[in-house]
């Protein structure tokens, strides 16, 4: 069973950064893609940054260059890196992996962009 543990969630003030890790409990490039996913309250969840095994990677439009997506193989991490926080960027966010037919879920790091 594959497990997906996020980390690195927290307070943040606007303009301010924060990294995301997720640990994989297998080796991340035996999954097709992995990414983040976000969800604040009464929205759907949403995609924020997608990495697939060779190295494509997608962003949802609201990201305009203020994250990154990167990996650390030999660790099985993904990382989410985030910059120019702003107040709407506040949301849990969830690790996702994709292996074939199958996809799996963290359980998700809530991020709050307040002063």
């Known amino acids: 069973q594959v497990q997906l543990v996020e980390s690195g969630g927290g307070l943040v003030q606007p303009g301010g950064s924060l990294r995301l890790s997720c640990e994989a409990s297998s080796r991340i490039l035996d999954f097709t893609a992995m990414g983040w996913y976000r969800q604040a309250p009464g929205k759907q969840r949403e995609l924020a940054a997608l990495?697939?095994?060779?190295?494509?990677?997608k962003f949802g439009d609201f990201v305009k260059d203020r994250f990154a997506i990167t990996r650390d193989i030999a660790k099985n991490i993904l990382y989410l890196q985030m910059y120019q926080l702003k107040s709407e960027d506040s949301a849990v966010y969830y690790c996702y992996a994709r292996q074939e037919g199958d996809e799996y879920w963290g359980q998700g790091t809530q991020v709050t962009v307040s002063s």
């Open positions: 990495l697939t095994n060779i190295g494509f990677t």
